[in-house]
């Protein structure tokens, strides 16, 4: 079994920044890749970034240059630092796990952008 709580979400200015974290518990070992996503009011999830066990990253086009996903593998947590943020960002953030088998998801953190 694998929890996921991720942290650090608020409310900002546009232009302002937020550091998400996601702390993971459990089986990590064996993980591929760990992403962050984000869903918006009547959106669908969406992929934001990912990052895999070997260090390799991905971006979304529009947060591309702006965030960046980082993991500190001897605490299993994977951080997003948000720079830069619009009004447009504004969405739940999910933390999500992968494995061969599985993958699990956290509960989420609410960002809100102001403009």
């Known amino acids: 079994q694998v929890q996921l709580v991720e942290s650090g979400g608020g409310l900002v200015q546009a232009g302002g920044s937020l550091r998400l974290s996601c702390a993971a518990s459990?089986?990590?070992?064996?993980?591929?890749?760990m992403g962050w996503y984000r869903q918006a009011p009547g959106k669908q999830r969406e992929l934001v970034a990912h990052?895999?066990?070997?260090?390799?990253?991905n971006y979304a086009d529009p947060v591309k240059g702006r965030f960046t996903i980082s993991r500190d593998n001897a605490k299993n947590t994977v951080y997003l630092q948000m720079n830069s943020l619009k009004p447009e960002d504004t969405a739940v953030y999910y933390c999500?796990?992968?494995?061969?088998?599985?993958?699990?998801w956290g509960q989420g953190t609410q960002v809100t952008v102001s403009s």
């Open positions: 999500k796990a992968d494995f061969v088998w599985s993958y699990y």
């Open positions: 459990g089986r990590m070992f064996a993980v591929n890749r």
């Open positions: 990052i895999t066990s070997d260090g390799s990253t």
